[in-house]
C-alpha cells in the first residue's frame, strides 16, 4: 500500500454556494484544476468512474469484487512532491479546507448542472435478456452447490485464500444475476438508486456511509513490506480484505480524518441545503412517469416558468 493523499477523505464524505475561488489556494497546493477536482467528486459521489449508460456490468452497493471497486471510486492523481508539501505542513487544515471545497461545490448550481448531465449521460438504453424458468432453477442449484463447496473448502487450511475468493466472488455474481431477473428493468432501478432525482439523497447517503465505514478503521494497525510490487501490506490478513474506501481512509491518517468526520457530522445535522434549483429536470420527469402526473392544471402553471429556467442553466452548462 502507497502512502498518500489527504485528498482521499475528502472524496469519500461524498463519495455550495459558485464561489470557488475561497477553496482556490488548497487545489493550487495540490496542483489540481478545478474541472478535475469536481469531475473527482462527481463521479465518487455516484460510484461511476466512467460516465456511460448503466449496464449489467455496472455494479451498485458493497462488493467484495476489487475490479468493481476501482470502477466506482479513485482518488484523483497528484504529483508526489504535492502530496510531500502537505503531509509536513498542517494536515488537519488542509483537509478543513478540501471538506469545505467539496461541500461548497456540491451546494453549487455549477454541481447540479453536472449531475443532471451525468445522470442523463448514465440512463440505461438496454436491459438484460431475461432467464426463463428452466435457466433459474438450473442457476440456482449450481449456487447451492457452490455454496456447500465452498464451506467445505473453508474448512481444508491446505486450500489458497484466492481460490476461496473467487468461488465467493463466483457465487456472488450468480445471486445478483437471479436478483435482476427478478426485476424486469435492473438496469433502470440502478441509474435510479445510483442517480435519484433529488442528488441530496445520494450526497446524504455517502456521508452517511463515510461516517459508519471510518469508524471502523483501526488507525493503529501495523504495516509490513514493501513487498516486491513496492506496496505495504497489513500484518492482520483480515485488514488486506478491507475495501478501497477503508484501507484509503486508513492511509489518509487518523488526523486528517478526526477533523473529515466531526466536518461530515456537523453538515448532516445541519442538512444538506443544495443550490434553490430545482432537483429535477424537465426530461427526467417525464421519462421516469413520475407519480405526480395528475397534478392538476393550476399546479403545472407556476411550474412551466421554473422548467424554462432549468432548460436554460443546463443548456449554459453544455455550451
Given at each position: 500500500?502507497?502512502?498518500?493523499?489527504?485528498?482521499?477523505?475528502?472524496?469519500?464524505?461524498?463519495?455550495?454556494?459558485?464561489?470557488?475561488?475561497?477553496?482556490?489556494?488548497?487545489?493550487?497546493?495540490?496542483?489540481l484544476q478545478?474541472?478535475?477536482a469536481?469531475?473527482?467528486?462527481?463521479k465518487?459521489?455516484?460510484?461511476?468512474?466512467?460516465l456511460?449508460?448503466i449496464?449489467?456490468?455496472?455494479?451498485?452497493g458493497?462488493t467484495?469484487d476489487?475490479?468493481?471497486?476501482?470502477r466506482?471510486?479513485?482518488t484523483?492523481?497528484?504529483?508526489?512532491?504535492?502530496?510531500a508539501?502537505m503531509?509536513?505542513?498542517?494536515?488537519?487544515?488542509?483537509?478543513?479546507e478540501?471538506c469545505?471545497?467539496?461541500?461548497?461545490?456540491?451546494?453549487?448550481?455549477?454541481?447540479?448542472?453536472?449531475?443532471?448531465?451525468?445522470?442523463d449521460?448514465?440512463?440505461p438504453?438496454?436491459?438484460?435478456?431475461?432467464?426463463?424458468?428452466?435457466?433459474?432453477?438450473?442457476?440456482?442449484?449450481?449456487?447451492?452447490?457452490?455454496e456447500?463447496?465452498?464451506?467445505?473448502?473453508?474448512?481444508?487450511?491446505m486450500v489458497p485464500?484466492a481460490?476461496?475468493?473467487?468461488?465467493?466472488?463466483?457465487?456472488?455474481?450468480?445471486?445478483?444475476t437471479?436478483?435482476?431477473?427478478?426485476?424486469?428493468t435492473?438496469?433502470?432501478?440502478?441509474?435510479?438508486?445510483?442517480?435519484?432525482?433529488?442528488?441530496?439523497?445520494?450526497?446524504?447517503t455517502?456521508?452517511?456511509?463515510?461516517?459508519?465505514?471510518?469508524?471502523?478503521?483501526?488507525?493503529?494497525?501495523?504495516?509490513?513490506?514493501?513487498?516486491?510490487?513496492?506496496?505495504?501490506?497489513?500484518?492482520?490478513?483480515?485488514?488486506?480484505?478491507?475495501?478501497?474506501?477503508?484501507?484509503?481512509?486508513?492511509?489518509?491518517?487518523?488526523?486528517?480524518?478526526?477533523?473529515?468526520?466531526?466536518?461530515?457530522?456537523?453538515?448532516?445535522?445541519?442538512g444538506?441545503k443544495?443550490?434553490?434549483?430545482?432537483?429535477?429536470?424537465?426530461?427526467?420527469?417525464k421519462?421516469?412517469?413520475?407519480?405526480?402526473?395528475?397534478?392538476?392544471?393550476?399546479?403545472?402553471?407556476?411550474?412551466?416558468?421554473?422548467?424554462?429556467?432549468?432548460?436554460?442553466?443546463?443548456?449554459q452548462?453544455?455550451?
Amino acid at each position: 500500500m502507497k502512502k498518500y493523499k489527504i485528498v482521499t477523505a475528502a472524496l469519500l464524505m461524498v463519495a455550495g454556494a459558485t464561489a470557488f475561488h475561497v477553496a482556490d489556494d488548497i487545489l493550487a497546493k495540490l496542483n489540481l484544476q478545478q474541472q478535475d477536482a469536481q469531475q473527482a467528486i462527481l463521479k465518487n459521489l455516484v460510484g461511476q468512474l466512467y460516465l456511460e449508460p448503466i449496464n449489467e456490468r455496472t455494479v451498485f452497493g458493497h462488493t467484495d469484487d476489487v475490479e468493481a471497486q476501482m470502477r466506482a471510486f479513485r482518488t484523483p492523481r497528484i504529483a508526489k512532491a504535492n502530496i510531500a508539501a502537505m503531509m509536513s505542513g498542517n494536515k488537519a487544515e488542509a483537509a478543513k479546507e478540501l471538506c469545505n471545497y467539496v461541500k461548497n461545490y456540491l451546494h453549487s448550481k455549477t454541481f447540479i448542472v453536472q449531475y443532471h448531465k451525468a445522470r442523463d449521460a448514465a440512463k440505461p438504453t438496454s436491459e438484460p435478456v431475461r432467464m426463463d424458468a428452466a435457466a433459474v432453477v438450473s442457476m440456482q442449484k449450481n449456487v447451492k452447490d457452490q455454496e456447500k463447496n465452498l464451506a467445505d473448502l473453508r474448512k481444508n487450511k491446505m486450500v489458497p485464500a484466492a481460490m476461496t475468493e473467487k468461488m465467493e466472488q463466483f457465487i456472488a455474481e450468480h445471486k445478483r444475476t437471479l436478483a435482476n431477473n427478478e426485476d424486469p428493468t435492473p438496469n433502470k432501478t440502478k441509474w435510479m438508486k445510483m442517480y435519484p432525482e433529488d442528488p441530496s439523497v445520494i450526497i446524504k447517503t455517502r456521508l452517511q456511509e463515510y461516517l459508519s465505514l471510518a469508524a471502523t478503521v483501526d488507525f493503529n494497525a501495523k504495516l509490513n513490506g514493501p513487498n516486491k510490487s513496492g506496496n505495504m501490506e497489513f500484518v492482520n490478513p483480515a485488514y488486506e480484505k478491507k475495501s478501497l474506501k477503508w484501507k484509503a481512509i486508513f492511509r489518509a491518517g487518523k488526523e486528517v480524518n478526526d477533523v473529515t468526520m466531526a466536518f461530515v457530522s456537523q453538515w448532516l445535522k445541519e442538512g444538506i441545503k443544495l443550490n434553490s434549483m430545482v432537483m429535477v429536470t424537465p426530461s427526467a420527469s417525464k421519462s421516469e412517469g413520475s407519480s405526480n402526473s395528475s397534478t392538476s392544471s393550476n399546479d403545472e402553471k407556476p411550474q412551466k416558468g421554473l422548467f424554462n429556467k432549468i432548460k436554460s442553466v443546463i443548456k449554459q452548462g453544455q455550451e
